[in-house]
């Protein structure tokens, strides 16, 4: 098992950027495939980004592409989201997530293959 913690959300007006983090312990954090969901009120958690362990082949949600980068320091056993030109949909919740499988090639973008969650940060983007 390996524990989550984000941070880095707050409160930001469109147009502008925030840079999420997500610091982890426990099991081998370097050997996982990382990810970043999001969920809006009254709408399902949605994959945003994720990236494979050794933080090479990026895959991104349609909405987001060309706005955010996900990349991982695996020294520090960190991964961060970089949200630019943030627009008032990306407003919800983000939740970091650890793969439930190691040395996965290509990193899955589905909800059910995340194994361990951070308990999320709000951003709020403000028109």
């Known amino acids: 098992q390996v524990q989550l913690v984000e941070s880095g959300g707050g409160l930001v007006q469109a147009g502008g950027s925030l840079r999420l983090s997500c610091a982890a312990s426990?099991?081998?954090?370097?050997?996982?495939?990382m990810a970043w969901f999001r969920q809006a009120p009254g709408k399902e958690r949605e994959f945003v980004a994720a990236?494979?362990?050794?933080?090479?082949?990026?895959y991104y949600g349609d909405s987001v592409k060309g706005r955010f980068t996900i990349s991982r320091d695996n020294a520090k056993n960190t991964v961060y989201l970089q949200m630019n030109s943030l627009k008032s949909e990306d407003t919800a919740i983000y939740y970091c997530?650890?793969?439930?499988?190691?040395?996965?090639?290509?990193?899955?973008?589905?909800?059910?293959?995340?194994?361990?969650w951070g308990q999320g940060t709000q951003v709020t983007v403000s028109s």
């Open positions: 990236l494979r362990w050794r933080g090479d082949n990026q």
């Open positions: 997530a650890a793969d439930s499988s190691p040395w996965r090639a290509v990193p899955t973008t589905r909800r059910s293959e995340y194994r361990d």
């Open positions: 426990g099991r081998a954090f370097s050997s996982y495939a």
